[in-house]
T-cell receptor
Framework: DQQVKQNSPSLSVQEGRISILNCDYTNSMFDYFLWYKKYPAEGPTFLISISSIKDKNEDGRFTVFLNKSAKHLSLHIVPSQPGDSAVYFCAARSYTGNQFYFGTGTSLTVIP | SQTIHQWPATLVQPVGSPLSLECTVEGTSNPNLYWYRQAAGRGLQLLFYSVGIGQISSEVPQNLSASRPQDRQFILSSKKLLLSDSGFYLC????????????FGSGTRLTVV
């Protein structure tokens, strides 16, 4: 059973515009969320995180929003750059465990 | 600082041959260790995780096995590879409790022919 879902397998955005990547989860015990970025033939690298006590976390061009009531989080990239083209995974962890559950990923293409 | 090493980077193996992928972590003690697979067009699937030497939890029953002979060494094995074992294999580590994320290795591209 997929507890973390990314329903958009791909997204294309013009350079300079906003990219919005979405992620939904089903487990109400999840309390910590991450976004990873992955280039082809490389391991995922950590991008940004958010705790369930917050609804927003910002780091430069990247902002993650958390809506606990809707069990939804999103990653905003503004402005989008061609180097942002990659697969983005969201991940979630419950406070009772040490395992992260990953979504299926969204492939972002930023068009110059 | 902590580093994670994973090898080989690429591997082409015939169906029915054995497999051994190795992962080592430096700069930390008693890490949690993980094996993930990313199949073509799919997300990250957790295969195995380990919270200590000799302690292996399997998430998905399949043709693979894992072992942790030393604190910072994690091995993924198969006795006989299947075509469906092709994929991108990733090792990762995290701290033992209240983990704030994984650090991934660079991955192994396995092609079974």
């Amino acid at each position: 059973d997929q507890q973390v879902k990314q329903n958009s397998p791909s997204l294309s955005v013009q350079e300079g515009r906003i990219s919005i990547l979405n992620c939904d989860y089903t487990n109400s015990m999840f309390d910590y969320f991450l976004w990873y970025k992955k280039y082809p033939a490389e391991g995922p690298t950590f991008l940004i995180s958010i705790s369930s006590i917050k609804d927003k976390n910002e780091d430069g061009r990247f902002t993650v929003f958390l809506n606990k009531s809707a069990k939804h989080l999103s990653l905003h990239i503004v402005p989008s750059q061609p180097g942002d083209s990659a697969v983005y995974f969201c991940a979630a962890r419950s406070y009772t465990g040490n395992q992260f559950y990953f979504g299926t990923g969204t492939s972002l293409t930023v068009i110059p | 600082s902590q580093t994670i090493h994973q090898w080989p980077a690429t591997l082409v193996q015939p169906v029915g041959s054995p497999l051994s992928l190795e992962c080592t972590v430096e700069g930390t003690s008693n890490p949690n260790l993980y094996w993930y697979r990313q199949a073509a067009g799919r997300g990250l699937q957790l295969l195995f995780y380990s919270v200590g030497i000799g302690q292996i939890s399997s998430e998905v029953p399949q043709n693979l096995s894992a072992s942790r002979p030393q604190d910072r060494q994690f091995i993924l094995s198969s006795k006989k590879l299947l075509l469906s074992d092709s994929g991108f294999y990733l090792c990762a580590w995290s701290t033992g409790t209240a983990s704030y994320g994984y650090t991934f290795g660079s991955g192994t591209r396995l092609t079974v022919v």
